[in-house]
């Protein structure tokens, strides 16, 4: 037991975490390239800037070793028959109107030792001073979006991350990883599984392959953010486990089974790990009832239809709660917590090989992801660890992306339409960190309830890529965003303009 506690504080030091880093963006750029349908839904970014290094790019043709090195070179590159080493710079540096910017400076490195080990190390500080609704959810929270607490300054946020983490291949049917980041389940923008949309977190992942079947196995620890301190100054650990089982029905269907369960530390100490949970050859929710756990289930299923080379359709559903004589009978009792994702994807497309459009649509139920205690919510330091939002909404998104070469233009549209808590004693259930047992009533629940609520955001951006190896860019971009809450209005609009290292995702559009 201490010899396992002990990894996991040592492994968020030095140990590579999933971290998304061929983001959203950079796959779409890059979408004939990146995009395979034999890949499991299941992100694990194994093979990260390697596997970007091995696509042709454009270079940037010039006599000059510097500016051979400024455009078409990484920082660093280190290299023999055993080993590969690449260090690379982290730069956002970033301004607009309403006195924006955002300054992040630091570095990753990536490595392989051989042919079957492979690590990774980032490290970066930021200085923010973020707008509109995003300010207001930082200063509620003390949680910058997806990445870490932050400190409170005059005119701004500051705040460092660092992820790490190895991964070793032992066959082509088994391989091991150890990391502090993030992972994702799905094919689409957002995810009602496993998202990346939460702060990076230890875990320990197994995956197994077997012909056209993938099983992946996560056991993780996380942060029960609003609970109180302890006496050493640490906050109260989470912990869960996540089964994910991938099928390659045909070479274009492809269906994935999740289950996964959260369960709170002990209130007197920092940690009440339950070694039910850590076989991944077992289903959870059989061990969850015989055990009589008080623990968070759930259960979901995603999966994706290529029709013919061009469109891509995909899904997914999640059951938090599940009484079928209740979701006929009684469809707005409060414990019908379930939500779905339903999106297409068009690419590939002969005529324009670059453009990729995206529709998208998702809903959550009122009180999905929530508990009856804080401790076993489906959440990490103070956010969703599947949509941001939470729960308690519909949301339509479009996205429009196409690249010529090193010009890149990109065009999110996004609609939400759901239910914002009017006190903070009573849940209506959309906020996730709420205990689901202080609701006002049993019956009377759906999309929208509490405060009516509707957001359109619009986010375009035009990028030129300065350097293909770690993805440095110039980017001038417009973001507005309309809010109504209860017919009072609230608008944000901001121009800006920045250099950066386009390497993570960052939600703000929510």
């Not at 880093?21 to 839904?41: Q, R």
């Not at 596997?51 to 078409?72: A, C, H, Q, Y």
């Not at 300054?153 to 502090?180: I, M, R």
């Not at 942060?223 to 912990?239: I, Q």
């Amino acid at each position: 037991m201490r010899s396992f506690l002990l990894l996991l504080v040592i492994i968020p030091i030095f140990v590579w975490g999933q971290s998304d880093f061929l983001n959203n963006e950079v796959k779409w750029m890059f979408n004939s390239e990146l995009s395979d349908t034999s890949v499991s839904s299941f992100k694990s970014f194994s093979n990260d800037l390697f596997v970007f290094g091995l696509i042709s790019k454009d270079t940037l043709r010039s006599k000059s070793k510097l500016i051979n090195w400024m455009f078409n070179k990484d920082l660093l590159d280190l290299k023999s028959e055993n080993y590969h080493v690449k260090i690379n710079p982290i730069l956002d540096f970033s301004a607009g109107n309403q006195s924006y910017f955002s300054s992040k400076r630091g570095c990753y490195l990536i490595g392989r030792i051989g042919s079957k080990f492979r690590w990774h190390s980032l490290f970066y500080e930021n200085y923010v001073n973020f707008q509109g609704k995003t300010k207001r959810l930082v200063d509620l929270k003390a949680v910058a979006p997806g990445e870490a607490e932050v400190k409170f300054l005059e005119n701004g946020y500051d705040y460092a991350v660092a992820n790490g983490g190895f991964e070793y291949q032992f066959s082509e049917y088994f391989n091991l990883s150890f990391g502090h980041g993030k992972n994702f389940i799905g094919d689409g923008y957002r995810s009602l599984l496993l998202s990346d949309a939460a702060n990076s977190y230890p875990y320990v992942k197994s995956e197994l392959n077997f012909g056209k079947f993938k099983y992946t196995s996560i056991v993780a620890e996380f942060t029960d953010f609003k609970n109180d301190m302890l006496v050493d100054g640490l906050k109260r650990k989470k912990y869960g486990s996540f089964h994910y089982f991938d099928i390659t029905i045909t070479k274009r269907i492809k269906l994935g089974l999740f289950e996964s369960v959260i369960w709170a530390g002990d209130s007197t100490s920092r940690s009440s790990f339950d070694f039910n949970y850590l076989n991944p050859f077992v289903i959870l929710r059989p061990i969850e009832f015989s055990i009589g756990s008080p623990d968070n289930m759930l259960l979901g299923f995603n999966g994706s239809w290529d029709i013919g080379n061009s469109i891509k359709l995909y899904g997914q559903a999640i059951i938090d709660e599940f009484h079928s004589k209740n979701l006929l009978e009684n469809p707005t009792w409060w414990a019908n917590k379930y939500g779905y994702q339903l999106g297409i994807k068009i690419h590939k497309l002969k005529s324009i090989p670059n453009l990729v459009i995206i529709g998208e649509h998702n809903a959550v139920r009122p009180f999905t992801y929530s508990h009856k205690v804080s401790g076993s919510n489906y959440g990490h330091n103070y956010e969703s660890l599947a949509h941001p939002y939470g729960a308690n909404f519909r949301e339509f998104l479009g996205i429009v992306n196409y690249r010529h070469k090193r010009i890149n233009f990109n065009l999110k549209l996004l609609y939400i339409k759901g239910g914002q808590e009017s006190v903070d004693s009573v849940s209506v259930g959309t906020d996730i960190f709420k205990e689901n047992t202080d609701r006002a009533e049993d019956l009377g629940y759906e999309i929208g309830s509490g405060l009516s609520y509707d957001q359109f955001v619009v986010d375009s951006k035009f990028s030129f890529i300065l350097n293909y190896n770690y993805l440095l860019m110039l980017d001038l971009g417009y973001r507005g965003r309309l809010e109504i809450l209860e017919s009072k209005e609230t608008t944000n609009h901001f121009v800006y303009f920045g250099l950066r290292t386009s390497l993570f995702n960052s939600y703000y559009d929510y």
